[in-house]
């Protein structure tokens, strides 16, 4: 009796495994990452933005793996996303910080996201294309909670008690991660590859605890590419993944971000040079950034100096002048004209990159009318004297 006792009591503690502290650790952060893995892979890339596809292996341990440890059925999940990116950065958004606050996706992101899983609505219009088959449809969707319910007794009979906190630690993985931080911070803080229509940020460069994610702003410039990294300085661990199972012949990448390519020699701007800009705007913007970025510190010494503009109104001039014109507030096209009125080739770089931005949003122009606009606008940039336009116009004749 006295035995049986301990050796109950020992399982209590212990589990079957035993296992120490570290081990139970290790364990702990294998089994997130794996979920991690599930939703970027698999719910995120595959099923939402149909970046890639899988073979039946992977996607079925995928769907098995997440009815474990998350409960998510993949029909909501596609739909709020999707509808996430449609309506994005507006009160239709399911979870934007811009309009809900930081405060409430950060702390509530994952019941915002519950909420908008019950609209038959949503669903209805973005859940389209998920799996359908009888599983999904008799066990992960009907017995979704179960799921979890399964993995809380797993945990419990590897570790005893403390399985009890690993369990818990892996339900609240993704609705920390996924749910708060890359719906909160990734629209709220960290730096800009690209001016996407929205708010969408890099968290940090290299994508490792959340899978690839914290590159949010070139996902949500590039939604549909399977590689969520940009520059050469950022990582991106799903799309390690994805490169293996590709090489295993288990999945199957259909689109990936547009590279620029150039020719050293090309000077002529004809129809190949407008496509080449158009699919490559984003890069073709961020350079132009770069380059009015450029100009602002060749203007800079002359404004503090002969225009005596105060610290405090350079400060507000020169973020106003990085954004995106059509994302900027009442105050901060005040701003600009005040700049403006000191400056006349910052007023043309930034009335040039208005233009240039028209290039691909007349979708009523033809083809022919666009590259005029683009050979005219090139001839005017060059012409214009200003060093840091004239470069970045030669640049953008060799866009092939």
């Keep these: ?94 979870h934007s ?36 088959d009888w599983i999904e449809r008799n066990l992960y969707t009907r017995f979704s909670w179960q799921g979890v319910a399964l993995m809380l007794i797993i945990d419990f009979m590897l570790f005893g008690v403390i399985g009890v906190t690993v369990w818990a630690v892996q339900m609240l993985w993704i609705p920390i991660t996924a749910a708060g931080i890359i719906n909160g911070i990734g629209h709220y803080w960290g730096y800009r590859n690209y001016e996407s229509n929205d708010a969408a940020t890099n968290i940090v460069p290299w994508g490792i605890l959340i899978g690839g994610e914290e590159l949010h702003n070139n996902h949500h410039t590039f939604g549909t590419s399977a590689k969520l990294s940009s520059k050469w300085y950022e990582f991106d661990i ?30 002529l701007v004809d129809i190949d040079t407008l496509q080449a800009v158009i699919t490559n705007r984003y890069d073709v913007m961020a350079k132009y950034a770069k380059s009015l970025k450029k100009e602002w510190a060749e203007e800079l010494q002359e404004l503090r100096q002969k225009a005596q503009l105060e610290k405090g109104f350079l400060k507000s001039a020169k973020k106003a002048l990085q954004l995106e014109p059509g994302k900027l507030e009442a105050m901060q096209v005040q701003t600009l004209r005040e700049l403006f009125d000191h400056s006349a080739a910052l007023k043309t770089m930034h009335d040039m990159r208005l233009e240039l931005n028209a290039i691909w949003e007349r979708s009523n122009a033809t083809r022919e009318q666009l590259l005029v606009q683009l050979q005219d606008w090139c001839t005017r940039a060059e012409a214009s004297g200003i060093k840091a336009l004239q470069e970045f116009s030669f640049r953008l004749r060799t866009y092939a």
């Excluded at 890639?52 to 909501?76: D, N, Y």
């Excluded at 199972?245 to 150039?262: G, N, S, T, Y």
Aim: net charge positive; charged share 25%.
């Design 238 to 267: 799903g799309w390690g993944y994805i490169r293996t199972l590709e090489i295993l012949h288990l999945a199957k990448v259909k689109k990936v971000a547009p590279k620029p390519k150039f020719l050293k020699d090309k000077s």
């Design 1 to 94: 009796m006295s035995n049986f006792i301990d050796s109950t009591v020992d399982f209590l503690i212990n589990g079957i495994t035993g296992a120490t502290a570290w081990q139970v650790f290790i364990f702990t952060m294998v089994v997130t990452h794996i979920t991690i893995a599930s939703v970027t892979i698999f719910l995120h890339r595959c099923q939402a933005h149909r970046a890639l596809e899988l073979h039946a292996i992977p996607s079925h341990f995928f769907r098995f793996w997440l009815w474990l440890t998350t409960g998510q059925v993949t029909k909501e999940w596609a739909a709020v996303h999707r509808k996430h990116h449609a309506k994005c950065e507006t009160e239709e958004d399911p």
């Design 97 to 132: 910080p811009v309009t809900r606050g930081i405060k409430k996706v950060l702390l509530e992101g994952a019941e915002l996201y519950r909420t908008e899983s019950k609209n038959k609505e949503t669903i209805a219009k973005y859940g389209m294309g998920t799996p359908d």
